[in-house]
């Protein structure tokens, strides 16, 4: 008992456990994932979330020490945003035929994304604190978190939300655009990435390439067009 | 391999100093990967290496959420006491947005491509 709780000491105090686990988790949740056939409602990055949250709940770890192992799969965020270059190169012929739908359905998602969210929380009665956190909420996170920042919310609250969104997204993206009978790929993929970011993108490529590459156009472009947006919706109302 | 994670982070980093120089609203990363399709335009091909460390990255992107997804449990307390107006705004949100996105694009999309690419 005692070798145990030693090694547990150690173990708690290194990244190597946490890196291991949160890897572990994403595997199970992923192969559960392929098992239920892709489906959506099965969600990665959710199920690898509930696991992770119970077992640091379970154990009294803190986030600071399970981000203290985990950042290094968090880091490959960076690489990964630059990495949508290759994609965007190889499709960049279908993407040049798309320029008018993607400026307009942009512009159109942006706003509709904003105001929707900040309609609905202030309906309910949301903490003004809680809905100008939830503004940027389908913005990919260091964005979101910056303008969070910029305008008086809270921007690890910020990420948490932003993250929901993803796994909103992703959940019920693909069987709405069926519903809608959306079936060409590049405005599935605008869509999901302009609503719900990176976790949208992820989703759009397993859909297709093509559905990926309009997804991580989506997810930059918003970015920098939600980062305008808001300052200047604010500075009117 | 190693040369493709060299030109992945090597783009981030540009990006990141231009950024910060230049006091721009968006992240290093979009910034690198906009130098990155620039640099790979003036190519004939995209290295092999390349191609796969990015693809390997993006196959897996949603793991790389992970982390951060799991910092929820840090506001665990702010969303129970508002759970149905944040819950609500987020579905609803999420929801239009992809619709009013999906159906812009659709209709201003020109008429032969309607159907897969």
């Known amino acids: 008992m005692h070798a145990v709780s030693d090694v547990w000491v150690y173990l708690s105090a290194s990244p190597l456990l946490w890196l291991t686990l949160t890897l572990a988790a994403y595997v199970a949740a992923h192969s559960l994932y392929v098992r239920l056939r892709a489906s959506p409602l099965a969600n990665p990055v959710a199920i690898a979330v509930a696991i992770l949250v119970a077992l640091l709940m379970a154990t009294h770890t803190s986030y600071q020490t399970f981000f203290d192992g985990a950042q290094f799969v968090h880091f490959l965020l960076g690489p990964a945003v630059v990495a949508l270059a290759i994609p965007l190169r190889e499709n960049i012929a279908a993407v040049r035929r798309a320029l008018l739908p993607m400026a307009a359905a942009l512009f159109a998602g942006a706003l509709t994304a904003i105001v929707s969210a900040v309609a609905v929380a202030w309906a309910l009665g949301a903490d003004p604190v809680t809905i100008k956190s939830l503004i940027p909420k389908s913005v990919t996170a260091p964005i979101a978190m910056g303008i969070a920042q910029e305008i008086g919310g809270v921007p690890s609250l910020t990420a948490a939300l932003v993250i929901l969104t993803g796994i909103i997204g992703a959940m019920i993206g693909s069987p709405l655009l069926d519903l809608m009978g959306i079936k060409q790929a590049a405005a599935r993929g605008f869509a999901l990435g302009t609503a719900a970011h990176g976790m949208g993108t992820a989703r759009s490529f397993q859909e297709s390439q093509i559905a990926g590459t309009f997804a991580g156009i989506a997810m930059g472009f918003n970015g920098f067009l939600t980062a305008i947006l808001v300052p200047l919706l604010l500075s009117v109302t | ?117």
């Open chain 2, 1 to 117: 391999m190693i040369a493709a994670f060299v030109a992945l982070l090597g783009c981030q980093l540009i990006g990141e100093v231009l950024v910060h120089l230049a006091g721009l609203p968006f992240p290093g990363p979009v910034l690198g990967m906009l130098l990155l399709f620039v640099f790979l335009t003036f190519r004939p091909e995209i290295p092999r290496p390349l191609r796969v460390a990015s693809y390997t990255l993006l196959d897996h992107l949603s793991l790389l959420f992970v982390p951060a997804g799991t910092g929820i449990m840090l506001h665990f307390g702010r969303i129970r006491t508002e759970w149905l107006p944040i819950i609500a705004a987020l579905l609803v949100s999420t929801i239009l947005t992809i619709m009013v996105t999906a159906a812009v694009f659709r209709l201003l999309s020109p008429g032969d491509e309607k159907s897969e690419t």
